[in-house]
């Protein structure tokens, strides 16, 4: 895809959402059922199911996936299509581009093993190698746009309003 034809995929939507903006303000849902033979919740994706349970340091065989893994993975996947998305808009030329995130977790918290230990992430750090012709100003305003308009990192930076509910079903 080149600059123009992205621009002719996303002006009318840019423009939908100039007009109405309420019509740019879209809910997304994940559901997954949950499972007690043992510790997994069953996740239905557009890919197929995804089986989600314990990372191998909080008792998991690493068969499933983990969540911490999985918020990395969409880290990775939304900085990913960002940053290609940028540099199509930009026209910057881009021979390979490969993503990566890190996360550093301190599991006692999670196991509720020192109640002082956070539970979660604690550290996170993304790389981007990049094989390109491009000048070193306009990859660092690539990463930086990228990192600007990356849905999962600004929510990461900046957490959005938090609700928790539940029912008898």
């Not at 581009?97 to 301190?106: E, F, I, K, P, S």
Request: aromatic content about 6%.
């Amino acid at each position: 895809m080149d600059a123009a034809a992205l621009r002719a995929l996303q002006a009318p939507l840019k423009q939908a959402y100039k007009d109405d903006p309420a019509r740019a303000v879209v809910r997304m849902v994940a559901e997954s059922t949950v499972h007690f033979d043992q510790p997994a919740a069953h996740l239905n994706t557009p890919a197929g199911v995804v089986v989600a349970g314990l990372h191998p340091a909080a008792g998991g065989d690493g068969s499933q996936a983990c969540s911490g893994d999985m918020l990395l993975q969409a880290l990775v996947a939304c900085s990913g299509v960002t940053f290609s998305a940028v540099a199509i808009a930009l026209g910057i030329p881009i021979e390979a581009a490969q993503v990566r995130a890190t996360g550093t977790m301190d599991f006692r918290g999670t196991l509720g093993v020192d109640r002082t230990v956070p539970v979660g992430l604690i550290e996170l750090e993304l790389y981007f190698e990049i094989r390109s012709s491009a000048e070193d100003a306009q990859l660092a305003k690539l990463v930086e746009l990228t990192e600007r308009y990356c849905v999962v990192l600004q929510t990461l930076q900046q957490p959005a309003q938090w609700k928790c509910n539940w029912q008898r079903g």
